[in-house]
């Protein structure tokens, strides 16, 4: 077994194996581990993952580059509205200062959501380099079992255990412990950590919704400067007509998008960055003293409650903050920090001051809404015009390349009903297109604009997705911080207090002010959550279902070795959700069409809570007795973020893998004689397994992946011939020999012969004596949903001529 490229030793009889090394100080008492009906799975070492922060300079100056054109222009477009929001009401009736404790507020709010949490501690948080709430969710299930989904086997405690059993583990690893205990044993702890994950992905694609709306049309409104007479209908339609033509560029995908866009933005920042300079100079240059955090006291001080409640309309100078962890995948870590640091903050900051110091001059000015675009000077306006525009459109790309990449990590832990998924870059895997997405996209954001008509209303909506997605992220983080980070008492508490105090008040603030329309994101969240609660609970329910009416090994055998049993010629590919035992769907096809392909394998398609996994970890074989009639099971595992193969290549690959199985499995092979598994406490982490005269035993097929195959050992003449010599010593013969090579020639026969893919059609249905709220669930809103997403071969991309799909009624 094979992890990561680790080294360490394991011996077997008279063999050596070559598995695990780690850096753990164990002392491990020899571990039964019963043999279960099941495949090996190991979801919590990603094999030869591609961590963002080992990449090159050239690439992170690249990536860096990208970074502004898709993760900056929504956070470097929000000085076109935030104040004018936040005085919405006109300056004249406010105190001087309290300007300066908005920009106050403004500055360390900024600093503090956007750089300090999200840039400088949320993205070290990620997945294997990926980002976002679902990520988080993701990591969390590595760590500890919350997922819902009964997929899990007894051999994942291979490698937990190693980490569970130290001698005096200290007060962080109790805590880990604990936390670890809480979220595994209680059923309300997993349900909440679910429920809160899917409410901040199903805000986060609300969001999505409404910052193309604002963003433009804060930029067009800036049009009623130079054209007075054009109307709010006129301001509206133009803004839809910008979206249809941004939404429809979106398929050349985010690779080519970054790079046409990074320039335009480069240049806003720039030209912002000048203009806060220009004003700041001109108007007020005492505008500096608010970073003197004593102006945030005095403006509550003088206005209480509607200071208080203003700072909903202050949040939004950190919209895009979600958007930007989510979309870590699409970049780096490192390429994140710099151009952050050296781009978006100081040419944000300045924006800012720039603008305080012209209100502060003209507190009198009866409408501020466009006070962005008074603020420069005039012989500046058409290039900042055009470029506001330009770059407003561009600011929606970091939350439509977010809603992707959610959708993605819904897709692949079953969360949500089957959609196309693209890959727009071969460069860069997490870059992804997907259709349906963009079009619901592209539709919402036109009615929103259309219905809501004025950035005030809209920005309403959008106050309340962007609090509730910090508070959901602050508490995901926190236990990452107890389960994965293990880090001292004393930061996590520092972390959560300083965060959850400061994000209560402002969720506090926005939930004042429900009643006055943020109902849209909420409406929309809440058809999301049902969609992905329905969704996942029916296919928990019915994999449990599957689970429980698996076919046993000896029912097996009597359908194999029945007389009326006919073998055909070919390979038949047997698609299944189960990675435990063979589904009751196997005897319902025989009970109608008593024929089996010569050669069968049972594929289940698993995506694992990992980004990636590497093509030689990828597939994991066991064969079903009895052996002759050559009857194997396989775990094609993946990423959230693996493309899957065309049909022909997926075939290619399981079968040069399972070639390589049934070489390794005759050769490594002890019959049913058990073992016992000792862990050894130095440091190099390392095993032995050794013969046991009774009791249940690891099976070689169930320890052994394929990036441990003969085939790699005899890579390495030293290595071979010395196991060849142990093999000799096991009396491996020749007839042994001549049996393997007869296996895969029989195996590569049937290929040859042709390639029929078996997809099991299960219709779910309420069971007659179910509640009317559990039958309304199952059988209309579910079936609703599957009968209009993707079907399976399509998503597996199988050639409709070499299909048969079996159909097949569960009652849960």
């Known amino acids: 077994m094979a992890h990561h490229g680790r080294a360490g030793v394991a011996s077997w009889g008279s063999m050596e194996i070559v598995p695990y090394s780690g850096e753990l100080d164990l002392e491990l008492p020899p571990v039964d581990v019963k043999r279960?009906?099941?495949?090996?799975?190991?979801?919590?070492?990603?094999?030869?993952?591609?961590?963002?922060?080992?990449?090159?300079?050239?690439?992170?100056?690249?990536l860096a580059f990208q970074c502004v054109g898709i993760l900056y222009a929504d956070l470097g477009t929000s000085p076109l509205y935030v104040y004018a929001n936040t005085f919405k009401y006109g300056a004249s009736n406010h105190h001087p200062d309290d300007v300066l404790g908005v920009l106050s507020i403004i500055i360390y709010s900024f600093i503090l959501f956007t750089m300090i949490k999200i840039v400088f501690i949320a993205l070290y948080a990620n997945d294997e380099g990926d980002g976002g709430t679902f990520a988080l969710y993701s990591l969390i299930s590595r760590?500890?079992?919350?997922?819902?989904?009964?997929?899990?086997?007894?051999?994942?405690?291979?490698?937990?255990?190693r980490s569970r059993h130290r001698a005096n583990p200290s007060a962080t690893l109790r805590r880990a412990q604990w936390m670890k205990n809480l979220l595994e044993t209680s059923k309300a702890a997993k349900i909440s950590l679910f429920f809160l994950t899917i409410l901040a992905t199903a805000l986060a694609i609300s969001d999505c919704m409404l910052t193309p709306p604002i963003s433009v049309l804060a930029a067009v409104n800036g049009l009623k400067l130079r054209a007075p007479h054009l109307t709010t209908d006129q301001t509206v339609w133009i803004t839809v007509g910008i979206?249809?033509?941004?939404?429809?560029?979106?398929?050349?995908?985010?690779?080519?998008?970054?790079y046409t866009f990074a320039p335009v933005v480069f240049m806003w920042l720039l030209l912002?960055?000048?203009?806060?300079?220009?004003?700041?100079?001109?108007?007020?240059?005492?505008?500096?003293?608010?970073?003197?955090?004593?102006?945030?006291?005095?403006?509550?001080?003088?206005?209480?409650?509607?200071?208080?409640?203003?700072?909903?309309?202050?949040?939004?100078?950190?919209?895009?903050?979600?958007?930007?962890?989510?979309?870590?995948?699409?970049?780096?870590?490192r390429s994140i920090q710099l151009s952050f640091t050296f781009g978006l903050l100081p040419s944000v900051l300045l924006t800012y001051i720039g603008q305080a110091a012209y209100l502060r001059k003209h507190m009198n000015m009866p409408d501020i809404?466009?006070?962005?675009?008074?603020?420069?000077?005039?012989?500046?306006?058409?290039?900042?015009?055009?470029?506001?525009?330009?770059?407003?459109?561009?600011?929606?790309?970091?939350?439509?390349?977010?809603?992707?990449?959610?959708?993605?990590?819904?897709?692949?832990?079953?969360?949500?009903?089957?959609?196309?998924?693209?890959?727009?870059?071969?460069?860069?895997?997490?870059?992804?297109?997907?259709?349906?997405?963009?079009?619901?996209?592209?539709?919402?954001?036109?009615?929103?604009?259309?219905?809501?008509?004025?950035?005030?209303?809209?920005?309403?909506?959008?106050e309340i997705c962007v609090v509730l997605v910090m508070v959901i992220t602050t508490l995901l983080m926190t236990i990452v911080m107890l389960l994965v980070w293990k880090v001292n008492i004393w930061w996590i508490a520092i972390f959560f207090v300083v965060f959850m105090s400061t994000e209560s008040v402002y969720t506090?603030?926005?939930?004042?002010?429900?009643?006055?329309?943020?109902?849209?994101?909420?409406?929309?969240?809440?058809?999301?959550?049902?969609?992905?609660?329905?969704?996942?609970?029916?296919?928990?329910?019915?994999?449990?279902?599957?689970?429980?009416?698996?076919?046993?090994?000896?029912?097996?055998?009597?359908?194999?070795?029945?007389?009326?049993?006919?073998?055909?010629?070919?390979?038949?590919?047997?698609?299944?959700?189960?990675?435990?035992?063979?589904?009751?769907?196997?005897?319902?096809?025989?009970?109608?069409?008593?024929?089996?392909?010569?050669?069968?394998?049972f594929i289940t398609v698993k995506h694992l809570p990992i980004p990636h996994v590497d093509v030689s970890e990828r597939f994991l074989f066991r064969q079903v007795e009895p052996k002759q009639f050559m009857v194997f099971r396989?775990?094609?595992?993946?990423?959230?973020?693996?493309?899957?193969?065309?049909?022909?290549?997926?075939?290619?690959?399981?079968?040069?893998?399972?070639?390589?199985?049934?070489?390794?499995?005759?050769?490594?092979?002890?019959?049913?004689?058990?073992?016992?598994?000792?862990?050894?406490?130095?440091?190099?982490?390392?095993?032995?397994?050794?013969?046991?005269?009774?009791?249940?035993?690891?099976?070689?097929?169930?320890?052994?992946?394929?990036?441990?195959?003969?085939?790699?050992?005899?890579?390495?003449?030293?290595?071979?011939?010395?196991?060849?010599a142990h093999f000799q010593t096991g009396k491996m013969n020749l007839e042994e020999m001549l049996k393997i090579e007869e296996d895969q020639k029989i195996i590569q026969r049937e290929v040859d012969n042709g390639v029929i893919y078996i997809v099991g059609e299960s219709e779910v249905v309420a069971k007659p004596h179910s509640s009317l709220f559990k039958k309304i669930v199952v059988n209309y809103i579910y079936s609703f949903l599957r009968k209009n997403s993707r079907n399976g071969e399509k998503m597996l991309s199988i050639p409709r001529g070499q299909l048969l799909k079996v159909g097949i009624t569960y009652e849960i």
């Open 143 to 161: 760590y500890a079992k919350v997922c819902l989904i009964p997929n899990q086997q007894a051999e994942d405690e291979l490698v937990s255990r």
């Open 243 to 258: 979206l249809v033509v941004f939404f429809s560029v979106q398929r050349f995908g985010t690779d080519k998008i970054g």
């Open 634 to 724: 396989c775990v094609a595992r993946y990423g959230y973020r693996d493309r899957l193969e065309m049909a022909n290549e997926f075939v290619k690959v399981l079968v040069e893998y399972l070639q390589y199985y049934v070489r390794d499995l005759n050769l490594y092979g002890v019959g049913d004689e058990p073992l016992k598994i000792i862990f050894h406490s130095a440091r190099g982490d390392s095993f032995s397994w050794e013969r046991k005269p009774s009791g249940h035993a690891i099976y070689a097929e169930e320890m052994l992946t394929p990036a441990q195959s003969f085939s790699e050992l005899a890579m390495h003449p030293v290595s071979m011939s010395s196991r060849l």
């Open 369 to 462: 809404s466009n006070v962005f675009f008074n603020s420069i000077p005039s012989s500046l306006f058409w290039p900042t015009f055009v470029l506001a525009l330009i770059t407003s459109v561009i600011g929606s790309q970091a939350m439509v390349s977010c809603a992707f990449a959610t959708m993605s990590h819904l897709q692949a832990l079953n969360c949500f009903p089957r959609v196309k998924i693209l890959h727009t870059s071969r460069r860069y895997s997490g870059q992804l297109y997907i259709p349906e997405v963009n079009i619901f996209l592209c539709i919402s954001a036109c009615v929103v604009t259309l219905s809501f008509r004025t950035t005030g209303f809209i920005a309403k909506a959008h």
């Open 36 to 62: 279960q009906d099941s495949l090996y799975r190991d979801a919590t070492m990603p094999a030869h993952a591609d961590l963002h922060g080992q990449e090159s300079w050239v690439r992170t100056l690249r």
């Open 508 to 601: 506090a603030a926005v939930l004042y002010k429900f009643t006055h329309g943020p109902y849209v994101p909420l409406a929309m969240s809440a058809v999301l959550m049902l969609i992905m609660i329905v969704w996942h609970y029916v296919h928990v329910k019915r994999y449990k279902y599957e689970l429980e009416h698996t076919v046993s090994r000896d029912e097996v055998k009597d359908l194999l070795e029945h007389r009326d049993l006919k073998r055909v010629p070919g390979l038949g590919l047997f698609y299944t959700e189960l990675v435990q035992g063979i589904p009751p769907i196997f005897p319902h096809l025989i009970e109608k069409i008593p024929t089996v392909h010569s050669v069968i394998v």
């Open 272 to 333: 912002m960055a000048g203009i806060g300079i220009y004003n700041m100079v001109k108007y007020d240059i005492g505008t500096l003293k608010a970073f003197n955090a004593k102006y945030i006291i005095d403006y509550f001080r003088r206005n209480k409650k509607k200071g208080w409640v203003s700072l909903g309309e202050i949040l939004l100078c950190f919209t895009g903050t979600e958007a930007l962890f989510a979309d870590l995948g699409y970049f780096s870590i």
